[in-house]
């Protein structure tokens, strides 16, 4: 599951990101929220993870903060009572593919079918419509944009990524807040399947006045 060298900064990919996300209405395409907000979203990745989302649960309910959890669909059939939880305190759910296949090597028909399966399960499972889409690596073809677009999803980026996957302890994610600390509007790429990740993350709660939102469609 862990993010390879496709995160690896392609200023082509980045120019066209930037472009799209210029001119893609928010209903079909969120990359940061409006600063005048005044809100932080904190998106993870990834789970449900048996040991570390109950563990940043329990930190997000301490601190009375709300998170968005991109979960993969064969985790989350692996632990619904987990999914069903993140639900009931108040937390957005969205799909993150059923096997968490990769964009550029899975071909479309594939990856759409994963986005159906994975967002049919979870809306049966939760009872409510859950729209919100990350793809594995954040990447997408146009075909494949094009086609989660058809299917009603919100694609969901974000605007800050300390990459906590490649850090060895929760040391590094708590260095990376201090020195670039979150600002209202920030989308945060994060990822409930490390232990340093939910040790990090009492610090980056408490590093910032500003409330942390579940994101909505
Ligand atoms: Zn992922």
Redesign the pocket.
Known sequence: ?T?AAEYRPNPVRQALRSALISVVPRTRLIASLPPGDRVVALTF??GPHPEWTPRILDVLARHGARATF?V?GAQAALHPDIVRRIAAEGHAVGH?SWT?SEPATTPTRLLLAENRRTRQFLEALLDRPAPLF?P??GKLTPLKLLGAWAQGNVLVLWNRDPKDYQMPSATELRTWVSRQPLLAGDIVLL?DTHAHTAAALPHLLDSCAVPFTALNA
């Open positions: 599951m993010p990745d990834d991109f993969v993150h968490h990350r594995p690596h990822h």
